[in-house]
């Protein structure tokens, strides 16, 4: 960033506190609220300059241990090694470190979560059962000429323990359409999605996790 440019301060303005924010700190992202006038650059530059913040503490200052001047006699106060925080240049006391800052959710916590948002979909009636996840020669056209007979426009599709790879890769091109296996369920994809499709793999391997 040029001279400038806004400082991240000026470009990051606070946390976002919100459901959604609350379900996006799953995946280990962070909602901001920034800037009007900010540009992604900036936005990206000040995220960086936000988190990845790290100052040297005692161990890692390079300089010598010996002791400054003798204990006694000098009038001054008594001081030992020039790494301490005291001297200029020294090492930092607590300063911060470049750290993960992902909140954790209990398991039974997350494992709630899920069960409150399958059963909102069933609720509105906003799932389809079907017998697996294939398609014909890994063809993306027809996979969405089968998407839009099922009339499948926004659709989160959960497969078994593994995905077909011809089925996602054909999947991968058609928008606001996501393939999972069942391991990869989550709250925040499913509330995203209009539609949950679920196989009978992953049927199954739903009704023994929660079992």
């Known amino acids: 960033m040029s001279t400038t440019d806004p400082r991240h301060y000026d470009v ?3 946390p976002v506190i919100t459901e959604k924010a609350t379900i996006a700190s799953e995946r280990n992202q962070v909602m901001f609220k920034v800037a009007k006038h900010a540009t ?3 936005i990206k530059e000040a995220v960086k300059k936000l988190f990845d913040v790290k100052v040297k503490n005692r161990a890692e200052i390079n300089r010598t241990g010996k002791k400054v ?3 006694k006699g000098t009038g001054s ?3 030992g090694s020039q790494r301490v925080n005291l001297f200029r240049g020294g090492g930092r006391s607590f300063g911060p470190v470049v750290r993960s800052h992902a909140i954790d959710l209990p398991k039974k916590v997350r494992a709630l979560a899920l069960k409150h948002a399958l059963s909102a979909k069933a609720k ?3 799932i389809i059962v079907v017998d697996k996840a294939t398609v014909k020669d890994g063809k993306t056209k027809a ?3 089968t998407f839009e007979h099922l009339g499948l426009a926004n659709a989160l599709i959960i497969d078994g323990a593994e ?7 054909a999947a991968r091109n058609i928008p606001n359409i996501d393939v999972l296996p069942v391991q990869g369920i989550n709250v925040y994809d499913i509330l995203r999605r209009q539609t949950l499709v679920l196989t009978k793999a992953a049927v199954e391997a739903l009704e023994a996790r929660f079992r």
């Open 124 to 126: 509105d009636g906003a």
């Open 143 to 145: 996979l969405q000429t």
């Open 163 to 169: 995905v077909e790879a011809s089925f996602r890769l």
């Open 40 to 42: 992604k650059p900036q």
């Open 77 to 79: 106060a008594r001081h």
């Open 12 to 14: 990051i303005i606070a």
């Open 69 to 71: 001047y003798r204990q």
